[in-house]
Nanobody
Framework: QVQLVESGGGLVQAGGSLRLSCAASGRTFSRATMGWFRQAPGKEREFVGAISGSSSTYYADSVKGRFTIARDNAKNTVYLQMNSLKPDDTAVYYC?????????????????WGQGTQVTVSS
């Protein structure tokens, strides 16, 4: 059974940093694309960034230069480092895995999802 478990969310002041982790179990995702999405209250879920099977990274314009995605295949874990956080970054953050090695920003192209972790940025 495939599971993705996010951790690392919490409350942080504007300008602060958080690092989210997504630990996968049930199979190896070393060649899969891993994505991060977020959903704020009353809004649709949106793409944050992704790391492809070849470890190329892609980011939404809203987080480019502030967020960084990395993967540790030995630990079957993906990370989302979030710096210079803003109140607009407040959302539930989801990790997702896509069987294909090339990236996609569409949530419909991801096959597995975590349960989400809350990130709240206070002003």
């Amino acid at each position: 059974q495939v599971q993705l478990v996010e951790s690392g969310g919490g409350l942080v002041q504007a300008g602060g940093s958080l690092r989210l982790s997504c630990a996968a179990s049930g199979r190896t995702f070393s060649r899969a694309t891993m994505g991060w999405f977020r959903q704020a209250p009353g809004k649709e879920r949106e793409f944050v960034g992704a790391i492809s099977g070849s470890s190329s990274t892609y980011y939404a314009d809203s987080v480019k230069g502030r967020f960084t995605i990395a993967r540790d295949n030995a630990k079957n874990t993906v990370y989302l480092q979030m710096n210079s956080l803003k109140p607009d970054d407040t959302a539930v953050y989801y990790c997702a895995a896509r069987e294909r090695s090339y990236y996609s920003s569409s949530e419909y192209n991801y096959d597995y999802w975590g349960q989400g972790t809350q990130v709240t940025v206070s002003s």
